[in-house]
């Protein structure tokens, strides 16, 4: 891996340093500042000339994580990095993937364009929150799965008269492949959405009563979607309720809720750093996912075996 080379955002550089070590190989050096008027200026300290270039950084707002990332790839495009890859953990903007209303934008493909068009050959992705945002990009992506990192996690745990709920239609083939794997039921919660940000549980569909439910997801932001359907399985008969989600994004008084629910333990991957803890969270670690795909990558090597691919029936 003579021509290696990782380098890290400032948001990510707590991960970088995680993968930096489970490759073996320490992580490279660059400077970035931010300067008085906003403006945010990267300089690699080492030489990337022919080098493959893998840039660890999330995408989550503010608009500055992105920004960042954009300077780096462009940054080392310009000092003649061989390949460039951007190594998003969590790519921001994700839920703006259509037009649901008049006149709004799709910033999900605009923020695939910007990375593409800043230089980047390849992109490096965890759990979108639609696996159809590959085709947004106009340049290969490699969509890993938290799933392969939980599922070893639960397999361990043996969870007795288990199931397995999705919050939402839209996680329904996620919720599949878990309850395949767990050899487990499976379990909709239907709901609607008012307005952005807040959720109302409606039906259950599937057997609660005298079960523990496993409640997955890809992202928690407000935390009211997860925490109504922890409260709606309670009510009708669940015992103890667990929960993954792979983007702890945790905004407003979303930890605060998640505490005071009847929730058992949330499981967490650390594609976003935890800045609170709680009692109830656990954080479970995909650096080592990120790590095989990257040095697979740098090795031209297949990494479809660490796609732990929904294939539920």
């Known amino acids: 891996m003579s021509d290696l080379k990782i380098f890290a955002g400032r948001f990510s550089n707590y991960l970088g340093i995680k993968i930096a070590k489970d490759l073996k190989c320490k992580l490279g050096k660059c400077s970035i500042q931010t300067f008085s008027d906003g403006e945010i200026w990267v300089k690699y300290n080492e030489n990337v000339r022919g080098s493959d270039v893998f ?76 696996s159809q945002l590959q085709g947004f990009f106009d340049i290969p992506v490699d969509h890993l799965y938290g799933s392969a990192v939980f599922m070893r996690k639960f397999r361990q745990m043996k969870i007795p008269n288990l199931g397995v709920a999705s919050p939402d239609v839209g996680g329904i083939k996620m919720a ?7 050899h487990s039921d499976l379990i909709l919660i239907d709901k609607r959405r008012p307005k952005p940000n807040v959720a109302e549980v409606m039906n259950i569909i599937g057997e609660v009563d005298g079960k523990n439910i496993l409640i997955i997801d890809d992202l928690i932001d407000t935390g009211g979607t997860f925490v109504n359907a922890v409260n709606a399985l309670k009510k009708n008969g669940a015992k103890e309720i667990y929960g993954a989600c792979t983007h702890a994004v945790f905004s407003g008084e979303s930890l605060e809720r ?23 969270i656990e954080v479970v670690s995909v650096s080592g996912l990120f790590a095989e795909s990257i040095w697979r990558t740098n090795k031209n090597k297949s990494i479809s075996s660490l796609f732990d691919v929904d294939k539920g029936d």
């Open 55 to 130: 840039i660890i950084q999330s995408t989550i707002p503010p608009a500055d994580n992105l920004m960042e990332l954009l300077i780096m790839i462009d940054a080392a495009r310009r000092a003649s990095a061989r390949r460039v890859t951007a190594v998003i953990p969590y790519f921001g903007y994700a839920r703006q993937d259509r037009k649901d209303q008049p006149r709004v934008a799709i910033t999900a493909k605009l923020v695939a364009n910007l990375i593409a068009e800043a230089g980047a050959d390849r992109v490096i992705t965890m759990d979108l929150h639609a």
């Open 258 to 280: 998640i505490n005071n629910s009847p929730l058992k333990k949330l499981f967490v991957a650390d594609t976003l750093p935890m800045e609170h803890s709680s009692k109830k």
């Open 176 to 182: 599949r492949a878990y309850a395949k794997r767990l």
